[in-house]
């Protein structure tokens, strides 16, 4: 019989009153992929953070192989061969990516100083093993979040480990990326491996695991094989609904054309396009990565430069390239909001109370030299319409859950009262039951006459999120579909031009 590595048994933990996890216990065994799935605050990443030394549990053991063992700190756990990538990406920006794989551990020259030579080879052999061809001198600043979330997988992956813990390791990875990524941990899994998989993506569950363990509240749901799961029985352990309930239903009343674009390039040697989106729908950008998809986004904000074109939105003509100081202001004065993909960097204030993320396009609506005013009311009514879950309107965004973030950074401009949103990736890291509640919200703001035009690498989402969708290949639209008829096959055999 096949022994246990790791047995994490009735682990509890409280931070300030409020329990994270009470009596959890998780088995991993040698050669297995086992997938740790829940909502956002179910205690996922407490229970792994305490298994990689980050907490301390207050109750409760962990053994491996059979003796109880406890780490101080994560270089200890990693000391001891437990591995662990985190959603939140660790990366030093103001450093390269050598330094950066090394960092801690640099390797030294017989002369006793640093081997910067042996730190670029072996980064740019590890990052080669990813498909990635990065020059290891590169500032991790330079990098695009994709690129940044392979190198956090690159450093977690070369460490010779018995045990990896991989917490969303694909929210900013495309479909052929995740392949590469699922390659190499079936490599590992094979060598007698154990892997732990946290993902809220349905698909690569059960492409890649072979058990999942569910929490719910900070407890023990449940530990099934997912040969005997479905996607829908998996979701209904976790949130207690169906899979058919995760979209909201369509509606077919459309209205005046709010976004129409004609004749846009985005660089000089692309074809122009023209697409338009009308009150009450949602349009999708859909392709593989780097395809065009977010420059053509961008460009309505003025964070991208394109070739040229013309943009009419809310009844404001547009001549692209816009000018990019002041541009994001300008399009919000017509009633246009940005919800970018990086919500942490690009999006949220995260040393701020959500009062003043929620209130932000409220306040910058008003005349500078205006008193300003109180916004409370309408934060408590958008927190509540949107169920956002938190201690209150002066907690600190930072505090919050992944999918409350988000809800945040959406209520910025629901609260605004615009007209059209633009939305990148309005799902990335988000669990499923939030994920559920921002398609109804989206589906709401469309039908009280909004226009949303949207992008994000998994399509299933925009199949059953969008009413049509327009897929890119070389920085240009290629072809177009109505969502209820598309198809995953359908989709990608336009997107790669077939």
């Given at each position: 019989?096949?022994?246990?590595?790791?047995?994490?048994?009735?682990?509890?933990?409280?931070?300030?009153?409020?329990?994270?996890?009470?009596?959890?216990?998780?088995?991993?065994?040698?050669?297995?992929?086992?997938?740790?799935?829940?909502?956002?605050?179910?205690?996922?990443?407490?229970?792994?953070?305490?298994?990689?030394?980050?907490?301390?549990?207050?109750?409760?053991?962990?053994?491996?192989?059979?003796?109880?063992?406890?780490?101080?700190?994560?270089?200890?756990?990693?000391?001891?061969?437990?591995?662990?990538?985190?959603?939140?990406?660790?990366?030093?920006?103001?450093?390269?990516?050598?330094?950066?794989?090394?960092?801690?551990?640099?390797?030294?020259?017989?002369?006793?100083?640093?081997?910067?030579?042996?730190?670029?080879?072996?980064?740019?052999?590890?990052?080669?093993?990813?498909?990635?061809?990065?020059?290891?001198?590169?500032?991790?600043?330079?990098?695009?979040?994709?690129?940044?979330?392979?190198?956090?997988?690159?450093?977690?992956?070369?460490?010779?480990?018995?045990?990896?813990?991989?917490?969303?390791?694909?929210?900013?990875?495309?479909?052929?990326?995740v392949e590469i990524l699922n390659r190499h941990l079936r490599a590992l899994r094979d060598q007698g491996k154990a892997i732990v998989y946290i993902s809220?993506?349905?698909?690569?569950?059960?492409?890649?695991?072979?058990?999942?363990?569910?929490?719910?509240?900070?407890?023990?749901?449940?530990?099934?094989?997912?040969?005997?799961?479905?996607?829908?029985?998996?979701?209904?352990?976790?949130?207690?609904?169906?899979?058919?309930?995760?979209?909201?239903?369509?509606?077919?009343?459309?209205?005046?054309?709010?976004?129409?674009?004609?004749?846009?390039?985005?660089d000089t040697c692309s074809k122009p396009f023209s697409l338009s989106v009308c009150k009450g729908e949602i349009v999708a950008l859909a392709g593989l990565?780097?395809?065009?998809?977010?420059?053509?986004?961008?460009?309505?904000?003025?964070?991208?430069?394109?070739?040229?074109?013309?943009?009419?939105?809310?009844?404001?003509?547009?001549?692209?390239?816009?000018?990019?100081?002041?541009?994001?202001?300008?399009?919000?004065?017509?009633?246009?909001?940005?919800?970018?993909?990086?919500?942490?960097?690009?999006g949220l204030f995260l040393g701020l109370p959500i009062e003043h993320n929620l209130s932000m396009s409220l306040h910058a609506a008003r005349n500078e030299?205006?008193?300003?005013?109180?916004?409370?009311?309408?934060?408590?009514?958008?927190?509540?319409?949107?169920?956002?879950?938190?201690?209150?309107?002066?907690?600190?965004?930072?505090?919050?859950?992944?999918?409350?973030?988000?809800?945040?950074?959406?209520?910025?401009?629901?609260?605004?009262?615009?007209?059209?949103?633009?939305?990148?990736?309005?799902?990335?890291?988000?669990?499923?039951?939030?994920?559920?509640?921002?398609?109804?919200?989206?589906?709401?703001?469309?039908?009280?006459?909004?226009?949303?035009?949207?992008?994000?690498?998994?399509?299933?989402?925009?199949?059953?999120?969008?009413?049509?969708?327009?897929?890119?290949?070389?920085?240009?639209?290629?072809?177009?579909?109505?969502?209820?008829?598309?198809?995953?096959?359908?989709?990608?055999?336009?997107?790669?031009?077939?």
């Open positions: 019989m096949m022994q246990n590595l790791i047995e994490m048994s009735r682990i509890s933990k409280t931070f300030g009153g409020s329990h994270a996890l009470r009596e959890v216990s998780l088995t991993l065994m040698p050669g297995t992929v086992h997938a740790l799935m829940g909502e956002n605050g179910a205690g996922k990443s407490t229970l792994m953070k305490i298994l990689a030394g980050v907490h301390q549990p207050d109750s409760g053991d962990i053994f491996k192989n059979g003796h109880r063992i406890s780490f101080s700190n994560p270089r200890a756990a990693l000391e001891f061969g437990i591995s662990t990538v985190f959603q939140e990406l660790s990366l030093l920006p103001n450093m390269s990516i050598a330094e950066n794989m090394f960092l801690g551990r640099e390797p030294r020259t017989r002369f006793g100083g640093i081997d910067r030579r042996g730190m670029r080879g072996e980064t740019r052999d590890a990052l080669a093993r990813l498909g990635l061809d990065l020059d290891p001198n590169m500032l991790v600043s330079e990098l695009s979040i994709a690129q940044r979330q392979f190198v956090e997988i690159a450093h977690g992956i070369d460490a010779e480990a018995d045990i990896f813990i991989l917490d969303e390791p694909t929210a900013a990875l495309n479909a052929a990326d809220h993506r349905m698909d690569e569950i059960f492409n890649i695991c072979d058990t999942v363990t569910i929490l719910k509240d900070g407890r023990f749901v449940g530990t099934r094989p997912l040969s005997e799961m479905t996607p829908s029985s998996l979701i209904s352990m976790m949130v207690g609904r169906e899979l058919s309930d995760l979209f909201p239903r369509r509606t077919q009343v459309t209205g005046e054309v709010a976004i129409e674009l004609a004749n846009v390039k985005i990565e780097g395809q065009g998809q977010q420059k053509i986004l961008r460009s309505l904000v003025g964070e991208y430069q394109p070739s040229g074109g013309n943009a009419v939105i809310g009844g404001h003509q547009i001549r692209l390239p816009m000018r990019a100081k002041r541009s994001i202001r300008t399009m919000q004065r017509i009633g246009v909001g940005f919800v970018p993909e990086d919500r942490k960097d690009e030299f205006l008193i300003v005013r109180s916004y409370k009311d309408v934060v408590a009514a958008m927190m509540r319409g949107m169920n956002i879950k938190s201690a209150g309107p002066g907690a600190n965004v930072g505090s919050l859950s992944g999918g409350n973030q988000q809800k945040v950074l959406l209520g910025r401009y629901l609260a605004a009262k615009m007209d059209v949103l633009l939305i990148e990736e309005p799902t990335r890291g988000v669990d499923i039951g939030a994920k559920s509640e921002i398609y109804k919200l989206l589906r709401e703001f469309a039908n009280r006459g909004g226009a949303v035009l949207v992008l994000s690498r998994e399509t299933l989402e925009l199949i059953g999120l969008c009413d049509r969708i327009c897929v890119v290949h070389g920085n240009t639209v290629v072809a177009e579909m109505s969502a209820a008829d598309a198809t995953e096959h359908g989709i990608l055999d336009a997107a790669l031009g077939a």
